[in-house]
């Protein structure tokens, strides 16, 4: 069964530094992705960024980033210029299947003005 | 706009009765997925469906029960055997072509299932 695991239950930054938060993940397939979501205070679930596992380039999409490392397993995300809207909850997740994603259990992030 | 829509936000049961949580999407997307979130806690998959008229147990279905009879309709009844329902419930959407492993899914607001 795959399994992803986030060892940071919380993280803060101070606004406008760079943060990053960890994630690794287990799997037994050589095709899946990852993801990284947002859960702001009203709950709803944001996608931030994904990553196709075939791709050996990072994703970037303007102030976030990953750095994949596949043999390794781990998937984390930079955040940089930290914003007071980035104060959320973050999870990572991996699909394997067409069906389903599989979460890690979140890191709060807060931002420090 | 093109969304999903979750209803009620916030809903109260009382021991021993069924609710439903309605989920509504207009994106035409083929798959449908239920998740459920306790307090500090990451998503767990309670059902998905594919297509209509098809469904799938997640990982923690037990107590619930859903239905596909239109595209963009996926309603979830949490029962009675359900022991411990209050969490927050997500619904959830994606697009389904083909081998579909990269479609992202996307979310509803979620719902707010408390037993009083």
């Known amino acids: 069964a795959q399994t992803v695991t986030q060892s940071q239950p919380e993280m803060s930054v101070q606004e406008a530094e760079t943060v990053t938060l960890s994630c690794t993940y287990d799997t037994s397939e050589s095709d899946y992705y990852l993801f990284w979501y947002k859960q702001p205070p009203s709950r709803q679930m944001i996608l931030v960024i994904r990553q196709e596992a075939y791709k050996q380039q990072n994703a970037t999409e303007n102030r976030f980033s990953v750095n994949f490392q596949k043999a390794a397993k781990s998937f984390s995300l930079k955040i940089s210029d930290s914003q007071l809207g980035d104060a959320a909850m973050y999870f990572c997740?991996?699909?394997?299947?067409?069906?389903?994603?599989?979460f890690g259990q979140g890191t709060r992030l807060t931002i420090n003005p | 706009d093109g969304g999903i829509t979750q209803s009620p936000k916030y809903l109260f049961r009382k021991e021993g009765q069924n609710v439903t949580l309605s989920c509504e999407q207009n994106l035409n997307h083929d798959a449908m997925y239920w998740y459920r979130q306790d307090p500090g806690q990451g998503l767990r998959l309670i059902y998905y469906s594919q297509i209509v008229n098809d469904f799938q147990k997640g990982d923690i279905a037990e107590g619930y029960s859903v239905s596909r009879e239109k595209k963009e309709s996926f309603p979830l009844t949490v029962t009675s055997a359900q022991k411990n329902p209050t969490a927050f419930y997500l619904c959830a959407s994606s697009l389904q072509i083909g081998p579909a492993l990269g479609n992202t899914i996307y979310f509803g607001e979620g719902s707010w299932l408390t037993v009083v």
């Open positions: 997740a991996s699909k394997q299947g067409a069906q389903k994603l599989v």
